[in-house]
């Protein structure tokens, strides 16, 4: 099972994708914390798309809607699990990033996937237990989850692998 996970913005977007295989079986449930197949979610891509200030607006949700496009074909995820609007006092800004979540939630729905969202407390709440955890327990907590490798991943891309892992959860796959 793979889910495409997107922290929206239309500066920043964060990307990754996530993948749950079924390991050998592990008989002790002191090991797998419960009987059965264990499973662990890996990265197989993330990445930080960014889209320059000097472009007009229509042509960044292009480029954003492109590289999504690209990215579901080339992982081929079942899954899309987008972070809901966090309403904030820039009303523009909101304007702005639910536009990318439309670009974003289309390619998707083109390409058949099921769409899953949640909120940023959800989110806190799948990766921490704590519905106000703070970004730097948020990202302690996601490196303790899954293997994200020695290089620095910015903090969108870390938000996009908290969003995948929260679907995983939600879904209970």
């Known amino acids: ?84 609007l966090f309403l904030n006092t820039n009303q523009k800004t909101v304007m ?10 289309y390619e998707a729905t083109r390409a058949r996937l099921k769409i899953f969202e949640a909120s940023p407390p959800q989110i806190k709440i799948a990766t921490t237990g704590y519905g106000r955890a703070n970004k730097e327990q948020m990202m302690k907590m996601v490196r303790m989850l899954v293997e994200v490798g020695n290089s620095k991943k910015s903090d969108d891309e870390m938000d996009a692998i908290a969003i995948a892992l929260t679907a995983f959860a939600h879904i209970g796959i």
Do not use: W
């Open 96 to 105: 702005r990033v639910a536009e990318v979540r439309g670009v974003v939630i």
């Open 1 to 84: 099972m793979r889910i495409l996970g997107i922290d929206p913005g239309f500066e920043r977007l964060g990307i990754a994708v996530l993948e749950r295989a079924d390991s050998p079986q592990i008989e002790s449930k002191a090991l797998s914390g419960r009987y059965g197949m264990q499973k662990k979610e890996k990265v197989i891509f993330s990445e930080c798309f960014k889209t320059s200030a000097k472009l007009e607006f229509a042509e960044r949700l292009l480029l954003i809607g492109e590289e999504a496009r690209k990215i579901i074909k080339k992982y081929k995820p079942e899954i899309l699990a987008i972070e809901t």
